[in-house]
């Protein structure tokens, strides 16, 4: 699983020019799966998620994390975190799970932060969707469940 995290101040997502899912003062996270992931590592991929420590606390230092801050998430399904570009000009996505695997594992990703109450907007999966950001920060990172040992 990996995954791009931005701190907004806020985040949307459409399609065909509609918003469908949008987020304040929050998380926007562009997530993919790959073949080997499981509920497992979804699982501990939030729990990382929820308590990184990215948000500035009364003296500007980042030792808040999104459950401090009350904060929304806005996650959209991103498969091409996966691209392998090695070869040739052209990304192969033969790396990234099968779409059945990948639209369970990102429900299930959604379905652990609604259960820990927090509020989550969603992308369409394998719509080709616009998203727009007010990075805050900005601040960005990447995540890879096999480079955190899960």
Known sequence: MRAVIQRVKEAQVSVDQQVIGSCQHGLLILLGIG???????????????????????????????LANVEGELLVVSQFTLYANCRKGNRPSFIDAAQPELANMLYEHFCEAAEQDGFTVGRGSFGANMSVSLINDGPFTIWLDSAELGM
């Open 35 to 65: 073949p080997h992931d499981t509920d497992e590592v979804v699982q501990r991929f939030w729990h990382k998620i929820r308590n990184l420590r990215i948000f500035e606390d009364d003296q500007g230092k980042t030792n808040l994390s």
